[in-house]
């Protein structure tokens, strides 16, 4: 899991991207930000309105097939015009009440545009609609009910949907098992996030997976098991940081204090060379934090979780230090 922090600004290219996610709704578990979302984001997209205007073109004319307003509306919700983007999808449904992916997509849409009680209801209905369809269709439509019902935060609705997902596509996705440890967190149930953890790293292999459960592991004091894996990461890494804070944490609840210390120290070094002031990575200010907190300085700690909530106020990417920081020293 991501775990950093400096002081931040949301000015640049990236500032832009965490001001589009803080509005956006989706689901953001902080491996996923750093390793995925993160450098997605960081990019623009320069044909997307050349691309709405082709497809404007072509609907002026009196082409009005559903697949031009779905296309139309992907690319408005892209720019995060939330209401352009519903307005197209309601029109694809207009045209073709059986269209799928636009029902589908009209409850995240709703959710960005910060209506969870309609994206919920729209979330359902479109689960309903798709009764019968392909269940690798029908699964991510399960998976955007858990996604509407982890920011209503009802933890019971999103493990059930995400059973339901993983049901109907029993390999299932990555973000499928970091909601479904968000829910198992909100309910105390650190034992069964382990499992769940592991369960999904053997299924996908996933690198963001394996360090998710390697944190729930060392919350739950299983140190003596995350050492062998995490020397391995750190043979192969070449940012080390969060596996140095893993390996600190793990000494340290093996009483090994000194070599905790190092790595902590090491780790805050190779952070600080990272962080690009005018323009902070929230993800590398969280791993920052750990590392100050870890050292003992927890007043530079706080500071850091401030700062990395300035950027992006998501609860999962800030809630390793936090958790953190509410320990005991």
């Known amino acids: 899991m991501g775990e950093t922090l400096v002081t931040g600004s949301t000015a640049g290219p990236r500032g832009h991207a965490w001001a589009l996610l803080r509005k956006s709704g989706f689901f953001l578990h902080p491996a996923l930000v750093a390793a995925v979302v993160w450098p997605a984001l960081a990019e623009a997209h320069p044909d ?65 545009a910060g209506r969870p009680g309609e994206a919920a209801v729209a979330a359902h209905e479109a689960v309903a609609a798709g009764a019968g369809r392909p269940a690798a ?64 790293e053997r299924l996908l292999r996933s690198s963001l997976l394996r360090s998710a459960w390697l944190d729930a592991l060392l919350e739950a004091g299983r140190a003596s098991e995350t050492l062998a894996p995490i020397e391995a990461a750190l043979a192969e890494t070449r940012h080390q940081a969060p596996w140095l804070i893993r390996r600190a944490r793990a000494r340290a609840r093996q009483g090994d204090m000194a070599a905790a210390q190092a790595d902590w120290t090491a780790a805050l070094a190779e952070l600080e060379s990272r962080l690009v002031p005018e323009d902070p990575d929230p993800t590398l200010l969280v791993q920052k934090g750990l590392a100050l907190a870890g050292l003992g300085r927890r007043g530079d700690a706080a500071a850091a979780l401030q700062a990395a909530r300035a950027i992006l106020p998501e609860p999962a990417l800030l809630a390793p230090l936090a958790r953190e920081l509410a320990r005991p020293q």
Not at 65 to 89: H, M, V
């Open 48 to 112: 997307t309105w050349h691309t709405i205007e082709l497809l404007s073109t072509q609907i002026a004319t009196g082409d009005r097939r559903a697949p031009l307003f779905y296309a139309r509306g992907t690319e408005y919700r892209t720019l995060e015009k939330w209401a352009e983007a519903e307005q197209d999808f309601r029109e694809c449904l207009a045209q073709d009440t059986g269209f799928f992916p636009a029902r589908k997509d009209l409850a995240m849409v709703m959710l960005s």
């Open 137 to 200: 269709s029908l699964a991510p439509a399960w998976a955007n009910v858990a996604r509407v019902e982890r920011a209503r935060e009802r933890w019971a609705e999103v493990l059930a949907a995400t059973d339901e997902a993983l049901r109907l596509a029993p390999r299932g996705e990555v973000d499928w098992f970091l909601l479904r440890e968000e829910a198992f967190r909100a309910q105390g149930r650190l034992a069964d996030a382990v499992a769940d953890l592991a369960r999904g």
